[in-house]
């Protein structure tokens, strides 16, 4: 018997070739035709869903009638289609649900009612680290060291490929998580027998890691969750939501020559920035659709997180089939997606279909695009190309102290920045990049000084000068570029270009090429590519995001000695979507996001300190100078490699078996049964200690008194500052961990892959070398003061133990974009298990916010146009929340009294706004935690 009462009368039916499909129309409800795109799968979810308790005929009358002017203010419950994971995220996940097994058992349930009830696929492609590069064997030594570092947590994951139901692992060594997903994960249309009939209907997906949001380009409505959110939602937990505003993006023109589908996103995400879309979807719409190819689609879909929005999605059209066909998805798979989307009015047509209603609009000319980058430390942080030199000048001397000030030759745009009267008089820098050959000097005018300090090194026995700004990284890395083949085509043709000029790339640079899918390196292989990126040591280091989750290595040794025997600020060019601090290497200060071309451009320039427009990369045979523009590929030569390159064969060939692995997936022995063997001598993999204690019914929420600061922070503090995916020092609380368990500092991995194991974890919380906690002066790193011993400096990790042990909670003071950046659930995780009951910011991200209401933590929101600072409030204060309790009695209070003691009895007084923006986190929070609200729901309904 149907669950779903139908109340609209929207079931039918849908014929496609021979096949009968059972879908919910929504043509039939008042307002869908004028939706968006991206609302009226919401609207088709929420028809398909409708149970007369959590969904009901009031929420499907609301979203059909949405009023695109109006503020969200209308729950509704979201059931995506499916969850997709990277490794990172996704072995705890997987932890948490074998946990939960326990858990369920011990409260008196079935524990094998812990099961994915949607499709749950998982891509390992986080793990793999740049420690060989430059060499023909780097890929497989590279996959060798990830086997021998990780063979633990993949065993883990091979026994939850086998113990739960629909989760499928995506074994090492094929490609990046996003990539595959586009590439063949995603169904466009989904297809689901359902109480004995064929259900066809909007292939939706939330996914552990943010740049989820790629799979928009396919006309796929998803986005990044956490891992605990990701958790909920396969267990059948639908995302709960308010029906949000939708900015209509209209693209028009075409991308002029020169510029790249890179510099199209930098620039919309700039623009996004600006605008303000948090918590917004946005959508893209108008004639200018049609020509936007699916890579390119992709490619800005991916970098939503960087705007902040929930999604940026474009709807399904031609070119979506095109690209449905070319990557090898079935003639039948095409033909339904193409009659689904007609039959529901998703099918973009400017010319047939009544012009959508948005909340907002916005527009950009692609014409007006010009080649650019983004850093030294944010991706909506654009400059142009022209003006990169001048911008690295003024940045330099945020990243840097002493050192003799330099003339930069180029014309002073930064009115203010230097004072002509305070410039020293030198001449222009003769500086070595490798190719042999001095600055070029031609420009006249204001000039721009920078910091210079030069350091002689030597690299297998040849001589070197490094000095800041010189690139120590170059990657080509990130599923956001290496996943559109006209920018990843453009970079190996303008290698060709280069290599055939006679230029080199300097010995200081770290070179790599990490595609996000195989099908990459075959059609460089067919256009005979690889000989020429080898030449400039672009050899394949993995499938996998290495440098862009901070996998990137160490850097050469020499350069690594130089940096910090004399504190050099060395940069890292990379083409992927996060460059935050501390998060690439650190080693590297300053990090750029560029294109796949620029990348290659860079590295043969050597710094940063760069003028394309002026001084030649190097001299070709004859001893005439070669600028960028004499090795740069022209468009069409770029397209036409491609179409004789890439063909349907190589998609279906590369993905025809993909979950069976190599021989080294194949031989992992895999442990067996329905819940997991811990292992207490495991450092990867341990039972965490969420669900202890826990009973059947929730306690009381209570306020919270006697509180202390654990770290007041500044604005812009990302997930990775919080909670780092990179590298563990040896003399931090996690590498001393480590160490005690008898492990070497070179098996030590990241943070990122022992995710498994809360005791590393949570020492790292908070551990971000570049971290700045203004309960200290000067201070970088995981410290604070710990007001049980005299307000003395120690770890974060220390303190925090020291006010469990005293019954003290922990409260964070914050301030603009808190927890912005990656979906990373361990931010909230570890916040939580350092005993941190609250979160007092001046505004969120929204993954964060959710995931600390996930982990049971208060995130407040100081009073519009205040802060910490404004309130008088430097850190030292004990704080009581009061108001909280309200919670008990089924209401949401919209603030909670904060009142903040200080030393001397003063006390500071104001009303925090409670960022509990939803009935549904209510419940969780008044679970202590949405796993324990889910835990306790599968307990009861199976009472």
């Given at each position: 018997?149907?669950?779903?009462?139908?109340?609209?009368?929207?079931?039918?039916?849908?014929?496609?070739?021979?096949?009968?499909?059972?879908?919910?129309?929504?043509?039939?409800?008042?307002?869908?035709?004028?939706?968006?795109?991206?609302?009226?799968?919401?609207?088709?979810?929420?028809?398909?869903?409708?149970?007369?308790?959590?969904?009901?005929?009031?929420?499907?009358?609301?979203?059909?009638?949405?009023?695109?002017?109006?503020?969200?203010?209308?729950?509704?419950?979201?059931?995506?289609?499916?969850?997709?994971?990277?490794?990172?995220?996704?072995?705890?996940?997987?932890?948490?649900?074998?946990t939960m097994r326990e858990a369920m058992g011990d409260l008196g349930g079935?524990?094998?009612?812990?099961?994915?009830?949607?499709?749950?696929?998982?891509?390992?492609?986080?793990?793999?680290?740049?420690?060989?590069?430059?060499?023909?064997?780097?890929?497989?030594?590279?996959?060798?060291?990830?086997?021998?570092?990780?063979?633990?947590?993949?065993?883990?994951?091979?026994?939850?490929?086998?113990?739960?139901?629909?989760?499928?692992?995506?074994?090492?060594?094929?490609?990046?998580?996003?990539?595959?997903?586009?590439?063949?994960?995603?169904?466009?249309?989904?297809?689901?027998?359902?109480?004995?009939?064929?259900?066809?209907?909007?292939?939706?997906?939330?996914?552990?890691?943010?740049?989820?949001?790629?799979?928009?380009?396919?006309?796929?409505?998803?986005?990044?969750?956490?891992?605990?959110?990701?958790?909920?939602?396969?267990?059948?937990?639908?995302v709960s939501m308010l029906i949000p505003r939708v900015v209509g993006f209209?693209?028009?023109?075409?991308?002029?020559?020169?510029?790249?589908?890179?510099?199209?996103?930098?620039?919309?995400?700039?623009?996004?920035?600006?605008?303000?879309?948090?918590?917004?979807?946005?959508?893209?719409?108008?004639?200018?659709?049609?020509?936007?190819?699916?890579?390119?689609?992709?490619t800005i879909g991916n970098m939503s997180p960087e705007f902040g929005s929930?999604?940026?999605?474009?709807?399904?059209?031609?070119?979506?089939?095109?690209?449905?066909?070319?990557?090898?998805?079935?003639?039948?798979?095409?033909?339904?997606?193409?009659?689904?989307?007609?039959?529901?009015?998703?099918?973009?047509?400017?010319?047939?279909?009544?012009?959508?209603?948005?909340?907002?609009?916005?527009?950009?000319?692609?014409?007006?695009?010009?080649?650019?980058?983004?850093?030294?430390?944010?991706?909506?942080?654009?400059?142009?190309?022209?003006?990169?030199?001048?911008?690295?000048?003024?940045?330099?001397?945020?990243?840097?102290?002493?050192?003799?000030?330099?003339?930069?030759?180029?014309?002073?745009?930064?009115?203010?920045?230097?004072?002509?009267?305070?410039?020293?008089?030198?001449?222009?820098?003769?500086?070595?990049?490798?190719?042999?050959?001095?600055?070029?000097?031609?420009?006249?005018?204001?000039?721009?000084?920078?910091?210079?300090?030069?350091?002689?090194?030597?690299?297998?026995?040849?001589?070197?000068?490094?000095?800041?700004?010189?690139?120590?990284?170059?990657?080509?890395?990130?599923?956001?570029?290496?996943?559109?083949?006209?920018?990843?085509?453009?970079?190996?043709?303008?290698?060709?270009?280069?290599?055939?000029?006679?230029?080199?790339?300097?010995?200081?640079?770290?070179?790599?090429?990490?595609?996000?899918?195989?099908?990459?390196?075959?059609?460089?292989?067919?256009?005979?590519?690889?000989?020429?990126?080898?030449?400039?040591?672009?050899?394949?280091?993995?499938?996998?995001?290495?440098?862009?989750?901070?996998?990137?290595?160490?850097?050469?040794?020499?350069?690594?000695?130089?940096?910090?025997?004399?504190?050099?600020?060395?940069?890292?060019?990379?083409?992927?979507?996060?460059?935050?601090?501390?998060?690439?290497?650190?080693?590297?200060?300053?990090?750029?996001?560029?294109?796949?071309?620029?990348?290659?451009?860079?590295?043969?320039?050597?710094?940063?300190?760069?003028?394309?427009?002026?001084?030649?990369?190097?001299?070709?045979?004859?001893?005439?100078?070669?600028?960028?523009?004499?090795?740069?590929?022209?468009?069409?030569?770029?397209?036409?490699?491609?179409?004789?390159?890439?063909?349907?064969?190589?998609?279906?060939?590369?993905?025809?078996?993909?979950?069976?692995?190599?021989?080294?997936?194949?031989?992992?022995?895999?442990?067996?049964?329905?819940?997991?063997?811990?292992?207490?001598?495991?450092?990867?993999?341990?039972?965490?200690?969420?669900?202890?204690?826990?009973?059947?019914?929730?306690?009381?929420?209570?306020?919270?008194?006697?509180?202390?600061?654990?770290?007041?922070?500044?604005?812009?503090?990302?997930?990775?500052?919080?909670?780092?995916?990179?590298?563990?020092?040896?003399?931090?609380?996690?590498?001393?961990?480590?160490?005690?368990?008898?492990?070497?500092?070179?098996?030590?991995?990241?943070?990122?892959?022992?995710?498994?194991?809360?005791?590393?974890?949570?020492?790292?919380?908070?551990?971000?070398?570049?971290?700045?906690?203004?309960?200290?002066?000067?201070?970088?790193?995981?410290?604070?003061?710990?007001?049980?011993?005299?307000?003395?400096?120690?770890?974060?990790?220390?303190?925090?133990?020291?006010?469990?042990?005293?019954?003290?909670?922990?409260?964070?003071?914050?301030?603009?974009?808190?927890?912005?950046?990656?979906?990373?659930?361990?931010?909230?995780?570890?916040?939580?298990?350092?005993?941190?009951?609250?979160?007092?910011?001046?505004?969120?991200?929204?993954?964060?916010?959710?995931?600390?209401?996930?982990?049971?933590?208060?995130?407040?929101?100081?009073?519009?146009?205040?802060?910490?600072?404004?309130?008088?409030?430097?850190?030292?204060?004990?704080?009581?929340?009061?108001?909280?309790?309200?919670?008990?009695?089924?209401?949401?209070?919209?603030?909670?009294?904060?009142?903040?003691?200080?030393?001397?009895?003063?006390?500071?007084?104001?009303?925090?706004?409670?960022?509990?923006?939803?009935?549904?986190?209510?419940?969780?929070?008044?679970?202590?935690?949405?796993?324990?609200?889910?835990?306790?729901?599968?307990?009861?309904?199976?009472?």
């Amino acid at each position: 018997m149907s669950t779903n009462p139908n109340s609209f009368g929207a079931k039918g039916t849908l014929e496609v070739g021979d096949q009968s499909y059972e879908i919910f129309r929504i043509g039939g409800l008042e307002g869908a035709e004028t939706l968006p795109y991206s609302l009226k799968v919401l609207l088709e979810n929420l028809l398909r869903t409708e149970d007369g308790k959590n969904i009901t005929a009031e929420h499907v009358n609301a979203l059909a009638g949405w009023d695109q002017d109006a503020e969200p203010d209308t729950e509704i419950q979201f059931t995506p289609a499916r969850v997709i994971m990277q490794d990172f995220t996704g072995v705890p996940c997987i932890v948490d649900l074998a946990t939960m097994r326990e858990a369920m058992g011990d409260l008196g349930g079935d524990p094998t009612k812990i099961n994915p009830l949607a499709p749950a696929e998982l891509v390992i492609d986080h793990s793999v680290i740049i420690d060989v590069f430059g060499r023909q064997d780097a890929f497989e030594r590279n996959v060798e060291i990830e086997y021998e570092r990780n063979g633990e947590r993949y065993q883990f994951l091979r026994w939850g490929q086998t113990a739960f139901e629909d989760f499928k692992v995506v074994p090492p060594g094929t490609g990046i998580v996003h990539q595959v997903n586009i590439e063949h994960l995603a169904r466009t249309v989904m297809t689901r027998e359902v109480e004995g009939q064929l259900q066809a209907y909007p292939d939706t997906c939330v996914g552990t890691d943010s740049h989820t949001t790629m799979v928009n380009g396919l006309g796929v409505l998803g986005w990044g969750v956490g891992g605990i959110e990701a958790e909920a939602a396969m267990l059948g937990q639908p995302v709960s939501m308010l029906i949000p505003r939708v900015v209509g993006f209209k693209l028009s023109g075409s991308i002029p020559a020169g510029a790249t589908a890179t510099d199209v996103v930098l620039t919309i995400t700039e623009m996004l920035r600006d605008h303000g879309v948090v918590g917004k979807f946005v959508e893209f719409y108008g004639d200018g659709v049609a020509a936007v190819p699916l890579a390119n689609r992709a490619t800005i879909g991916n970098m939503s997180p960087e705007f902040g929005s929930t999604c940026a999605i474009f709807p399904i059209d031609e070119v979506t089939l095109e690209y449905l066909r070319l990557t090898g998805r079935s003639d039948e798979q095409v033909a339904l997606v193409e009659a689904y989307a007609k039959e529901q009015g998703m099918w973009h047509d400017p010319e047939g279909n009544a012009e959508a209603r948005y909340s907002e609009y916005l527009e950009l000319d692609l014409s007006t695009v010009v080649p650019s980058i983004a850093g030294p430390k944010r991706p909506q942080d654009r400059i142009a190309l022209s003006e990169s030199k001048q911008q690295f000048a003024a940045d330099l001397e945020n990243y840097t102290e002493g050192g003799v000030t330099v003339e930069s030759d180029v014309d002073r745009e930064l009115e203010g920045t230097f004072p002509a009267s305070d410039a020293p008089s030198h001449d222009a820098r003769d500086d070595d990049h490798g190719n042999g050959h001095p600055h070029h000097a031609e420009h006249v005018g204001p000039e721009i000084e920078r910091v210079s300090h030069p350091v002689e090194i030597t690299i297998d026995d040849e001589q070197a000068t490094i000095d800041h700004g010189h690139v120590a990284i170059a990657s080509i890395t990130s599923c956001t570029n290496t996943s559109n083949p006209s920018v990843m085509m453009a970079s190996a043709m303008l290698a060709k270009n280069a290599v055939e000029k006679g230029l080199t790339v300097p010995p200081w640079v770290k070179t790599s090429m990490a595609p996000g899918s195989k099908v990459v390196t075959g059609y460089f292989d067919k256009a005979g590519m690889w000989p020429y990126l080898e030449a400039l040591g672009f050899h394949l280091v993995g499938y996998g995001c290495t440098t862009c989750i901070g996998n990137s290595g160490p850097i050469i040794e020499e350069v690594s000695e130089a940096v910090n025997e004399n504190d050099l600020a060395v940069v890292s060019v990379l083409s992927g979507n996060r460059n935050f601090e501390g998060r690439i290497n650190p080693d590297v200060k300053m990090n750029y996001l560029a294109s796949p071309p620029l990348v290659i451009a860079y590295a043969l320039a050597g710094t940063m300190d760069f003028d394309f427009d002026n001084e030649p990369l190097g001299q070709d045979q004859e001893g005439n100078d070669v600028y960028l523009k004499d090795i740069w590929p022209a468009p069409e030569d770029v397209e036409r490699t491609i179409a004789s390159s890439i063909s349907r064969d190589m998609f279906t060939e590369d993905y025809a078996d993909v979950f069976a692995g190599d021989e080294r997936w194949r031989s992992l022995s895999t442990p067996e049964g329905d819940t997991f063997a811990w292992d207490d001598g495991s450092t990867y993999v341990r039972k965490p200690p969420y669900f202890e204690g826990m009973q059947a019914e929730p306690a009381p929420v209570e306020d919270i008194s006697g509180a202390r600061v654990l770290a007041k922070l500044g604005d812009s503090v990302t997930t990775d500052h919080i909670s780092p995916a990179g590298a563990i020092k040896a003399d931090s609380p996690a590498g001393k961990y480590l160490a005690e368990h008898g492990i070497e500092r070179k098996d030590f991995n990241s943070y990122g892959s022992r995710r498994g194991n809360h005791e590393v974890m949570i020492r790292g919380t908070f551990a971000n070398i570049r971290l700045k906690n203004q309960l200290l002066d000067g201070v970088e790193g995981g410290f604070t003061r710990d007001f049980t011993a005299g307000g003395e400096q120690t770890t974060i990790y220390d303190a925090a133990q020291n006010y469990a042990a005293a019954g003290t909670p922990l409260v964070i003071l914050a301030g603009k974009e808190y927890g912005s950046g990656s979906s990373r659930d361990w931010a909230a995780k570890g916040t939580r298990l350092l005993g941190v009951k609250a979160v007092i910011a001046e505004s969120y991200e929204r993954i964060h916010r959710s995931n600390l209401i996930g982990m049971g933590v208060l995130p407040l929101q100081f009073p519009a146009g205040q802060n910490a600072d404004s309130l008088g409030l430097d850190g030292t204060e004990t704080f009581s929340i009061s108001g909280v309790t309200a919670l008990n009695e089924g209401s949401v209070p919209r603030t909670v009294t904060v009142t903040a003691e200080k030393e001397s009895g003063e006390t500071v007084e104001f009303e925090a706004v409670l960022r509990i923006d939803t009935p549904g986190e209510a419940d969780y929070y008044r679970n202590d935690g949405i796993l324990q609200y889910v835990l306790r729901s599968l307990v009861g309904s199976a009472a």
